[in-house]
């Protein structure tokens, strides 16, 4: 039986917490520190993870434990040191996204995981998410050019109120969750991205940056996608999720249950804001443009039912397994680390549209 695999892991919020879950259960990793600035004051350490050592420096965490990789569901802005310090370390990394929160820190990451030989694994969980593979499978059969409309808005109260407002301090919300998104959309064309707009709003006064975003790529094989994404008390919970993607021969939509039975309590988070609600697809549903001599639909409406898809801590437990795959049998993941520096690119370019209010071309 192979060693296990001795992992730190950096940061113990939502995304954190879920993959120390999937560690802990894991046969193939052992957990040998846990660090967040503020750990040692956290009351709701989940009973599972309450044996481990605390840390809340980083860099004596990484000291101490000597591990083999680092997994880091830090701040995004704290990313890129992070991964630098673990690499230089001799560690794998496996980070939540964004890879950074500039594009130079991100190639600075991936240049240290290629000369080191270490691996890089990207949070980007719609990677192992079957219904999205096969909403993306059946988006590629569809022609082209293609026409990509994704968003997933969120209303903030309770936890989230504080969440969302501490993730906006780091990055915008187009950006944070922008790059799983436009990374679909390179997926679905196989194409290069050469221009990109954006548009945003500052709803909330408690934020420290624009709280609503709308970005638009256009890729060289003359398909398009839009973006939008949205956090904040104020947010609308009408079409927050919209996934849909439409081409010559068809169109294909993810089909969400978007659950809204009555007033909630002050301190539940809205359905919008559950993190369940981010991958959550109940079916797909397939429409074929093909009409026939009387210019009638020739093909009816195809639902796929995906009712008995993995929940999101599943979908945590699958990047873990894929992350100790990758380190054991030396996979080789040049695709997919230039394809999260290239999603981060499109995302930060939308960024600097808003600000500098123009086009941007991308080199």
């Not at 993959?19 to 040998?32: L, Q």
């Not at 903030?156 to 993730?167: E, F, I, R, V």
């Not at 991958?279 to 026939?292: P, R």
Request: with cysteine; net charge negative; glycine share 8%.
């Amino acid at each position: 039986m192979a060693d296990k695999v001795k992992i730190l892991v950096v940061g113990l919020g939502n995304m954190g917490a879920s993959h120390a879950s999937a560690y802990h259960r894991s046969d193939g990793f052992e957990i040998v520190g846990i660090m967040s600035r503020s750990i040692k004051s956290n009351k709701k350490i989940p009973k599972e993870l309450a044996g481990y050592s605390l840390y809340e420096d980083f860099d004596l965490a990484l000291r101490e434990t000597r591990p083999d990789a680092v997994s880091i569901n830090s701040w995004p802005n704290t990313h890129a040191e992070y991964a630098l310090k673990a690499i230089a370390a001799n560690c794998h990394v496996f980070m939540e996204k964004p890879l950074a929160t500039n594009i130079a820190d991100a190639e600075k990451v991936v240049a240290a995981a290629r000369a080191k030989n270490r691996k890089l694994v990207l949070g980007y969980i719609l990677r192992v998410h079957p219904s999205w593979i096969k909403f993306i499978e059946v988006g590629k059969t569809l022609g082209k050019p293609l026409v990509m409309r994704l968003n997933l808005n969120q209303q903030s109260s309770g936890t989230a109120w504080h969440w969302h407002k501490n993730l906006i301090d780091s990055l915008i919300p187009i950006v944070d969750c922008g790059v799983h998104y436009v990374d679909v959309m390179c997926q679905l064309t196989g194409a290069k991205p050469v221009r990109v707009h954006g548009i945003g709003a500052k709803l909330w006064a408690e934020a420290d940056k624009q709280n609503y975003g709308h970005l638009h790529v256009t890729f060289d094989d003359g398909s398009v996608g839009w973006y939008e994404a949205g956090w904040g008390p104020m947010m609308s919970e009408t079409a927050y999720f919209v996934k849909d993607v439409v081409g010559p021969k068809g169109a294909v939509s993810i089909v969400a249950g978007q659950s809204g039975s009555g007033a909630k309590d002050a301190e539940e988070v809205s359905d919008s804001a559950d993190i369940d609600r981010h991958t959550k697809t109940d079916a797909l549903k397939i429409h074929y443009a093909q009409v026939d001599g009387e210019k009638n639909f020739s093909k009816p409406d195809e639902i796929v039912s995906m009712e008995d898809e993995p929940g999101h801590q599943e979908l945590c437990d699958r990047e873990q397994a894929f992350f100790l795959r990758a380190i054991r049998e030396d996979l080789d993941l040049t695709e997919q680390m230039d394809a999260a520096v290239n999603s981060l690119r499109i995302v930060l370019a939308a960024e600097q549209s808003i600000a500098e209010k123009r086009t941007v071309e991308l080199a």
